[in-house]
């Protein structure tokens, strides 16, 4: 395998839409980053240093209040641009939010200079910006529709479910981690996993969720809707 082959930021899907040059260009130019989980990337008031496409990893990007509050607004994976970083170069303005690395990172970070270059030169590369600016509004406003107008528990088990998906029915999670991905108190997370533990669809463990009825949480979901 060659060296190419093996550095994960060569094999992002966006780059392949690129123009060979414009690719080249930002290849060269741009810096390769690695950083360890658990990394605060940015925080409120930093300024931006340059355009992120992320390779591997994630970073979770969120909104804390002056009494610690948290509510995650999304999060940034394989192939995809963080749109406050893209706000923050385009307006010149300071980061809103904090961003926090979940899992390790490997990214391209595009300096400001060339970041403005390619978005005159390449049509290709303003619809990968555009692109992710779209579809992370869309789930911004998706974010807003459900924190001011669902139920906690309808968006509870709609959480539980989908990350059980991908955990074999036990989630290793703590109620104030859900409680931040709701916006919402840890006691109201807590108090509403207990009576989804009284009618028998989890059952709780010690930083852990065991889901024993995934049919009976996404009919909440669903019958909400």
């Given at each position: 395998?060659d060296?190419?082959?093996?550095?994960p930021?060569?094999q992002?899907p966006?780059?392949?839409a690129l123009?060979p040059?414009?690719?080249?260009?930002?290849l060269d130019?741009a810096?390769?980053i690695?950083?360890?989980?658990g990394?605060?990337?940015?925080?409120?008031g930093?300024?931006?240093?340059g355009?992120m496409?992320?390779?591997?990893?994630t970073v979770?990007?969120?909104l804390?209040d002056?009494?610690g509050?948290?509510?995650?607004?999304?999060?940034?994976?394989?192939?995809?641009?963080c749109?406050?970083?893209?706000?923050c170069?385009?307006?010149?303005?300071r980061?809103e939010?904090e961003?926090v690395?979940?899992a390790?990172l490997h990214?391209?970070?595009?300096?400001?200079a060339l970041f403005?270059e390619?978005?005159?030169?390449?049509?290709?590369f303003r619809?990968?910006?555009f692109?992710s600016?779209?579809v992370?509004?869309a789930?911004l406003?998706?974010?807003?529709?459900?924190?001011?107008f669902?139920r906690?528990d309808?968006?509870l088990a709609?959480?539980?479910?989908d990350?059980?998906?991908?955990?074999?029915g036990?989630?290793e999670v703590r109620?104030?981690?859900l409680a931040?991905?709701?916006?919402?108190?840890r006691e109201?997370?807590?108090r509403?996993l207990?009576e989804?533990?009284?009618?028998?669809?989890v059952?709780l463990?010690?930083c852990?969720?065991?889901i024993?009825d995934?049919?009976a949480?996404s009919?909440?979901?669903?019958r909400?809707?």
């Amino acid at each position: 395998m060659d060296e190419q082959s093996r550095d994960p930021v060569t094999q992002i899907p966006a780059l392949a839409a690129l123009e060979p040059e414009i690719r080249g260009s930002l290849l060269d130019a741009a810096r390769r980053i690695r950083i360890p989980a658990g990394s605060v990337l940015f925080r409120p008031g930093d300024r931006c240093s340059g355009w992120m496409l992320v390779a591997r990893g994630t970073v979770r990007v969120q909104l804390v209040d002056a009494e610690g509050h948290e509510i995650v607004l999304y999060r940034v994976g394989r192939g995809e641009s963080c749109i406050l970083t893209t706000c923050c170069l385009m307006a010149g303005n300071r980061y809103e939010a904090e961003g926090v690395v979940e899992a390790e990172l490997h990214a391209l970070l595009v300096p400001r200079a060339l970041f403005e270059e390619l978005l005159d030169r390449s049509r290709a590369f303003r619809r990968i910006v555009f692109n992710s600016f779209a579809v992370r509004l869309a789930d911004l406003l998706g974010l807003v529709s459900q924190v001011a107008f669902a139920r906690v528990d309808v968006r509870l088990a709609a959480v539980i479910v989908d990350r059980g998906r991908c955990s074999d029915g036990l989630l290793e999670v703590r109620h104030q981690d859900l409680a931040v991905e709701l916006g919402t108190a840890r006691e109201v997370v807590s108090r509403q996993l207990k009576e989804f533990e009284r009618r028998g669809w989890v059952r709780l463990r010690r930083c852990a969720i065991e889901i024993l009825d995934a049919a009976a949480l996404s009919e909440l979901t669903a019958r909400a809707r």
